[in-house]
T-cell receptor, first 111, second 112 residues
Framework: DTAVSQTPKYLVTQMGNDKSIKCEQN?????MYWYKQDSKKFLKIMFS???????INETVPNRFSPKSPDKAHLNLHINSLELGDSAVYFC??????????FGPGTRLTVL | SQQGEEDPQALSIQEGENATMNCSYK?????LQWYRQNSGRGLVHLIL?????REKHSGRLRVTLDTSKKSSSLLITASRAADTASYFC????????????FGKGTLLTVNP
């Protein structure tokens, strides 16, 4: 079983569209994260949820809205997509010492 | 500026050689972690060293931490072609509320 899974793996869409990325974990961790990795491989945290409660929101535009329906899921919805949103988005969970377990990533391309 | 800066940005070695990557950071930390990312994949946690530890080993990996210099190093011994990947350090800063801050990574290429 995959510990942290994301769907879709690839997402190609037009500017202005709204899209969602889903994340599921079966590790039983309380904390989940969304990261954005740009073309230079710089990894930046976007959001963190602990037991369905938002605890980190790192200066992310309001067009990005995370939703955690339960402890095992953290979805990312993006409104009015822009060219600059093109990146790889990673979901991750945090272990006991905050070691992170990453999903395989979703490559978003905005045309 | 970015917490966690790796050095060098890129490193190319021959199979069997050792690879050393360095990481510097700016604030007090709970722990420092190293991750590997193969091309097109998610990051994989390699090793964690706590602020009260100075050295840690895991297989062919050796990590050191110098909190007085705010620096860490990752040594991979007897490198293999399969070690080719990007390596990132990440700091868990005190009071950061579970936030990890990643460096920009070192791209390691191990030539067969």
């Amino acid at each position: 079983d995959t510990a942290v899974s994301q769907t879709p793996k690839y997402l190609v869409t037009q500017m202005g569209n709204d899209k969602s990325i889903k994340c599921e974990q079966n590790l039983g961790h309380d904390t989940m994260y969304w990261y954005k990795q740009d073309s230079k491989k710089f990894l930046k945290i976007m959001f963190s949820y602990n037991n369905k409660e938002l605890i980190i929101n790192e200066t992310v535009p309001n067009r990005f809205s995370p939703k955690s329906p339960d402890k095992a899921h953290l979805n990312l919805h993006i409104n009015s997509l822009e060219l600059g949103d093109s990146a790889v988005y990673f979901c991750a969970t945090g272990g006991v010492d905050n070691e992170q377990f990453f999903g395989p990533g979703t490559r978003l391309t905005v045309l | 500026s970015q917490q966690g800066e790796e050095d060098p940005q890129a490193l190319s070695i021959q199979e069997g050689e050792n690879a050393t990557m360095n990481c510097s950071y700016k604030t007090s930390i709970n722990n420092l972690q190293w991750y590997r990312q193969n091309s097109g994949r998610g990051l994989v946690h390699l090793i964690l060293i706590r602020s009260n530890e100075r050295e840690k080993h895991s297989g062919r990996l050796r990590v050191t931490l110098d909190t007085s210099k705010k620096s860490s190093s990752l040594l991979i011994t007897a490198s293999r072609a399969a070690d080719t990947a990007s390596y990132f350090c990440a700091t868990d800063a005190r009071g950061s509320n579970y936030k990890l801050t990643f460096g920009k990574g070192t791209l390691l290429t191990v030539n067969p």
